[in-house]
């Protein structure tokens, strides 16, 4: 498949519209999850590359990444060299984001790169992580740059999702799939997404004018309640960032989501697609929640690697986001896995366990971390979207009097908007 053309497309997609890249504005490429872009992504870099100078970019850089590195370090590594840490990618994130520059994260991962090596192991390193990418989720909270996550097929991925192929003819689906979700086989890649980018603001202002004071989740395995704090906002496909700039920060984007409160989160959830997380795989789990925090999980695979997940800290044995997205929104209909959760969490409602954003609460930037808590925010090192949602669940919005409105009914918008 000559995908060339596409990329292209692809490309003035992310900086267009991803981006929103305005003239003088540095670009910074990489992936903070997997420490780079990794080196098969290099054809669709250079064409991003382009196509930010050529929308004016006074300087692009790139952080690459190798995950065989990564992964030969669990295999050979001293078992008490995992506290160790490079810092100069993280320095690199501060720089850009701290000076107001745009951020750009590739996805191109193996979900399976660490399934066999050890959860203690993988748990030490994606915390010394986490400390080390603190100053870049801090400003992604508060949406202090435009940023934007994509992805990218890679070979261990793309045979992930269609083993019956080739390698070869895995990437050239995986690709395909990638254009088609992200509306860039479209006759015009940008106009289809500015009309879908009003379609969810239109969904999420009318989420907004509710200000229910709670969801209830209701699914085979779910029986759900979250508390949604004062002030909450229901935000969709197109923000503002601290340095000006609107921008989508996710491609492709289906939800539209909100802010839960730390304190407010009862009962049970089962996950509905399994998780990657940090090289492993986490599947048929679920989570039971009391006062916001867990308090019993199970999992068929990947208990202990879940485990660690919400053993990072405080924070990260509570929800940070709320997620609604329709049963049948494209993603969903392809009817496969994609085992990311980039684009996986656009098939399903979903939650995340760890870090709430700073901006799904009115004038939510500018309060200190107490603050911020006080009012029902969460704070944590981690931020792991996780998917619940199926064509069996019904979710309702409970307001202040304790009254009830359908918002979704077997896993479709119960409203018009």
Known sequence: MDISESLEKYAELIVKVGLNLRPGQRLLIGNPSTRGAQLHTAPLVRQIAAAAYKSGASYVDVLWGDETMFRDRFLYAPRDSFTEYSTWQANAYEDFSGKGDAIL???????????DQDPELIGVAQKVHLQQMHSLSQAISLNSMNWCVVAAPSPAWAVKIFPNLTSDKAQDKLWQAIFEITRVDQPDPIAAWKEHISNLLTRSRYLQAKQYSALHYRAPGTDLTVGLPKGHRWISARMTAGNGVDFTANLPTEEVFSLPHREQIDGSVRASLPLPYSGAMIEDFSLTFEKGRVVNISARKGEEVL?????????????GEVALVSNSSPIARR???????????????????GR???FTLSDGEGLSDEEFQARGGNLSLAHVDFMIGSGEMDIDGIQADGSTEAIMRQGEWAFDA
């Open 105 to 115: 994260t590739l996805r191109s991962n193996n979900p399976d790169l660490l399934s």
């Open 307 to 319: 485990r660690k997940l919400i053993e990072t800290d405080e924070g990260s044995a509570s929800l």
């Open 335 to 353: 009817g496969h896995l994609f085992y990311d959760p980039l684009i996986d969490e656009n098939a399903s409602c979903h939650l995340a366990l």
């Open 356 to 358: 709430a954003y700073r």
